[in-house]
């Protein structure tokens, strides 16, 4: 890396004068603009190796699934391949009425003809010329001046527009024009070239030229290509019967930002490739776009509500992987690891009504608009905390801890996680709360119960229980008496133990029907405690959820006068240690 990067690089300044009188940081974008995918050909020709005329079938019918009506097919002057591809669209009939293909060419003239006999027949087609005129091309590539680059554009434009006249029995055809690098273009000259070009071919409302000014290396800030779009969109020729068109590259990361702010600054049209695909660092990715417009409640007009498949389909034929935080689409951008953005995701989800306005924190689109599942929004690794947690644990498996319960269990996971280093799946939570709370069966452990008693009674104490429980092998049968079930059976265990909190609910449904219980207990003077408890018959798994408790109790209890050891050797005399 040099110390003094201005004695190599230089910005590139496309104003002389200042040009503050710009308007496009007002604007808004309110509608979608036209789109053309260059998937076919920017994004094809960069690919390490090129699609084959099957995958191309395949992606061409993607995107006519996706809803594009402007599709650039291909370079068929480039290669066979290309050119076959293009004549099998349009023999085989694969283009429907309302879709326009598109296919692209240097300005010369044998690849013009070669590129006008292979679309020659589809019904409606865009020839698309370009040439580069950049200052730096203009030296180095064609070495060449100002007037000579002129030429090509008036040359290639002259040949076309006879072609088309000559060839009109069949095929509409539409006229686009590129000033290739037009990002670091001398914006005076780009109009000229562009206003030569518009003035032969004389464009009509009904037959309108596409101006395209491509970024085909991003040279600035995408506020400074806005300023270059605005100026020109001010002062082309004939402006109502040209559609102004823009095509970023990704040079710098911000071609997202540039085809937002151009649309601003007055382009109705955008080339593009999904997933950002194309030359170098790519083109603007059309998906990005799209749903960054949906996200604002503008109808996109393509659809990407599989947006697995359209991946599957992309990667597929350009055999390109996605990365995973990919704008929309990545594997992990629906999908929060840490405890405060999982614990407002756990929340916003379940506060949003189906037919309201979007408004869970941390997700900017309804994944569920996408084709994607919420199952895989909360992913939980040594960062997460309860939300993340108990979200796994109700999604997963109907399991809605009470909140206290969830910051307790939560410290087991973070545990778990911080002694593997890995991220947990909602199987392994599970099995962690399963050992945590569910197996807890020793010392204590239920065998046992028959409760007498009438909820509608008048007496304090009028539910009586009888239960038979096992500690180390031993069983015994207890009694006690209580205002409740659970209390009558805690009386029964002999034991100063209070309940701070209960919580059901049920689980599953029909003939599967569980209860689960949540009992926070607390005994003697110690800190309270949890324990879970689930069987098909609701008394039983409050039992076991206090046993559980107890029995939790026990284990994190390291005094043996413990109030529990006592209660134990009351009831089981012959036992001496339970360790
Ligand atoms: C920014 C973009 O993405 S542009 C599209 C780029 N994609 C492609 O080029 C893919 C397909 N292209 C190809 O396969 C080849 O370039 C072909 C088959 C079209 C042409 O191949 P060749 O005839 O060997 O020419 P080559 O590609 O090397 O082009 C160089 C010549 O074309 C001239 N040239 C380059 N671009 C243009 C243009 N837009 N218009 C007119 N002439 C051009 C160059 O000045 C050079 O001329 P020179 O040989 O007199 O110095
Ligand atoms: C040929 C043009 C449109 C192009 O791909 C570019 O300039 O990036
Ligand atoms: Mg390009």
């Given at each position: 890396?040099?110390?003094?990067?201005?004695?190599?690089?230089?910005?590139?300044?496309?104003?002389?004068?200042?040009?503050?009188?710009?308007?496009?940081?007002?604007?808004?974008?309110?509608?979608?603009?036209?789109?053309?995918?260059?998937?076919?050909?920017?994004?094809?020709?960069?690919?390490?190796?090129?699609?084959?005329?099957?995958?191309?079938?395949?992606?061409?019918?993607q995107?006519?699934?996706?809803?594009?009506?402007?599709?650039?097919?291909?370079?068929?002057?480039?290669?066979?391949?290309?050119?076959?591809?293009?004549?099998?669209?349009?023999?085989?009939?694969?283009?429907?009425?309302?879709?326009?293909?598109?296919?692209?060419?240097?300005?010369?003239?044998?690849?013009?003809?070669?590129?006008?006999?292979?679309?020659?027949?589809?019904?409606?087609?865009?020839?698309?010329?370009?040439?580069?005129?950049?200052?730096?091309?203009?030296?180095?590539?064609?070495?060449?001046?100002?007037?000579?680059?002129?030429?090509?554009?008036?040359?290639?434009?002259?040949?076309?527009?006879?072609?088309?006249?000559?060839?009109?029995?069949?095929?509409?055809?539409?006229?686009?024009?590129?000033?290739?690098?037009?990002?670091?273009?001398?914006?005076?000259?780009?109009?000229?070239?562009?206003?030569?070009?518009?003035?032969?071919?004389?464009?009509?409302?009904?037959?309108?030229?596409?101006?395209?000014?491509?970024?085909?290396?991003?040279?600035?800030?995408?506020?400074?290509?806005?300023?270059?779009?605005?100026?020109?969109?001010?002062?082309?020729?004939?402006?109502?019967?040209?559609?102004?068109?823009?095509?970023?590259?990704?040079?710098?990361?911000?071609?997202?930002?540039?085809?937002?702010?151009?649309?601003?600054?007055?382009?109705?049209?955008?080339?593009?490739?999904l997933f950002?695909?194309?030359?170098?660092?790519?083109?603007?990715?059309?998906i990005?776009?799209?749903?960054?417009?949906?996200?604002?409640?503008?109808?996109?007009?393509?659809?990407f509500s599989d947006i697995d498949e359209v991946r599957r389909c992309v990667e597929h034929?350009?055999?390109?992987?996605t990365?995973?935080?990919h704008?929309y689409a990545g594997d992990?951008v629906f999908?929060?690891?840490?405890?405060?953005?999982?614990?407002?995701?756990?929340?916003?989800?379940?506060?949003?009504?189906?037919?309201?306005?979007?408004?869970?924190?941390?997700?900017?689109?309804?994944p569920a608009d996408l084709g994607r599942n919420?199952d895989a929004?909360?992913?939980?690794?040594?960062?997460?905390?309860?939300?993340?947690?108990?979200?796994?644990?109700?999604?997963?498996?109907?399991?809605?801890?009470?909140?206290?319960?969830?910051?307790?269990?939560?410290?087991?996971?973070?545990?778990?996680?911080?002694?593997?280093?890995?991220?947990?799946?909602?199987?392994?939570?599970?099995?962690?709360?399963?050992?945590?709370?569910?197996?807890?069966?020793?010392?204590?452990?239920?065998?046992?119960?028959?409760?007498?008693?009438?909820?509608?009674?008048?007496?304090?104490?009028?539910?009586?229980?009888?239960?038979?429980?096992?500690?180390?092998?031993?069983?015994?049968?207890?009694?006690?008496?209580?205002?409740?079930?659970?209390?009558?059976?805690?009386?029964?265990?002999?034991?100063?133990?209070?309940?701070?909190?209960?919580?059901?609910?049920?689980?599953?449904?029909?003939?599967?029907?569980?209860?689960?219980?949540?009992?926070?207990?607390?005994?003697?003077?110690?800190?309270?405690?949890?324990?879970?408890?689930?069987?098909?018959?609701?008394?039983?798994?409050?039992?076991?959820?206090?046993?559980?408790?107890?029995?939790?109790?026990?284990?994190?209890?390291?005094?043996?006068?413990?109030?529990?050891?006592?209660?134990?050797?009351?009831?089981?005399?012959?036992?001496?240690?339970?360790?």
């Amino acid at each position: 890396m040099i110390t003094k990067p201005a004695t190599k690089y230089v910005p590139f300044r496309p104003f002389k004068e200042d040009y503050s009188d710009r308007t496009w940081p007002s604007k808004s974008i309110t509608k979608a603009p036209i789109w053309l995918s260059t998937d076919l050909r920017d994004g094809n020709q960069s690919l390490i190796e090129p699609m084959n005329i099957e995958r191309k079938i395949s992606f061409f019918e993607q995107l006519l699934k996706i809803g594009f009506k402007e599709i650039e097919v291909g370079f068929p002057s480039a290669s066979k391949t290309e050119f076959d591809f293009t004549r099998k669209l349009i023999e085989d009939d694969y283009i429907p009425d309302d879709v326009t293909i598109s296919v692209l060419t240097q300005s010369r003239e044998d690849l013009i003809r070669k590129t006008i006999e292979a679309v020659y027949g589809a019904k409606h087609a865009i020839v698309h010329l370009y040439n580069a005129c950049a200052p730096s091309f203009r030296k180095i590539v064609f070495n060449m001046n100002r007037d000579d680059i002129k030429q090509i554009a008036v040359n290639g434009a002259n040949l076309t527009k006879d072609l088309f006249a000559q060839y009109s029995d069949k095929t509409i055809w539409q006229y686009e024009y590129s000033i290739e690098v037009f990002s670091s273009t001398e914006l005076e000259f780009a109009l000229d070239v562009a206003n030569t070009v518009i003035d032969i071919f004389q464009p009509t409302a009904t037959n309108k030229l596409i101006l395209n000014l491509p970024a085909t290396v991003e040279a600035s800030t995408p506020n400074i290509y806005a300023d270059q779009i605005e100026w020109m969109n001010r002062n082309i020729n004939n402006r109502d019967n040209v559609i102004l068109s823009v095509h970023p590259h990704n040079d710098r990361g911000t071609a997202v930002a540039s085809a937002e702010l151009a649309i601003m600054a007055g382009a109705d049209r955008v080339e593009g490739c999904l997933f950002g695909h194309g030359e170098r660092t790519g083109n603007v990715d059309l998906i990005t776009l799209a749903l960054n417009l949906y996200t604002q409640g503008i109808n996109p007009e393509l659809d990407f509500s599989d947006i697995d498949e359209v991946r599957r389909c992309v990667e597929h034929c350009t055999q390109m992987i996605t990365p995973p935080r990919h704008p929309y689409a990545g594997d992990l951008v629906f999908t929060a690891f840490s405890g405060s953005h999982q614990d407002a995701i756990k929340k916003g989800m379940s506060l949003q009504k189906t037919d309201a306005i979007w408004e869970v924190p941390y997700l900017p689109i309804d994944p569920a608009d996408l084709g994607r599942n919420y199952d895989a929004v909360i992913r939980v690794n040594s960062q997460s905390g309860k939300g993340g947690v108990a979200y796994l644990l109700e999604r997963e498996y109907g399991l809605v801890l009470p909140r206290k319960l969830q910051i307790e269990f939560s410290r087991a996971v973070q545990r778990f996680t911080d002694k593997t280093g890995r991220e947990v799946t909602a199987e392994a939570v599970y099995n962690i709360f399963k050992s945590e709370y569910l197996d807890q069966n020793s010392p204590w452990k239920l065998i046992r119960h028959r409760i007498d008693g009438d909820p509608q009674a008048a007496e304090a104490k009028h539910f009586s229980v009888e239960a038979e429980i096992e500690c180390s092998g031993e069983k015994r049968i207890i009694h006690g008496e209580g205002n409740g079930a659970i209390s009558a059976f805690i009386s029964a265990l002999g034991l100063p133990a209070r309940i701070m909190n209960y919580h059901e609910h049920s689980l599953g449904s029909n003939t599967n029907t569980r209860a689960a219980c949540y009992v926070e207990l607390r005994i003697d003077h110690n800190n309270s405690v949890f324990g879970v408890g689930i069987d098909r018959d609701i008394v039983t798994a409050s039992f076991r959820a206090v046993l559980g408790a107890i029995n939790r109790h026990l284990k994190s209890e390291k005094n043996l006068n413990n109030i529990c050891r006592f209660a134990i050797g009351v009831i089981f005399p012959s036992i001496t240690s339970i360790d």
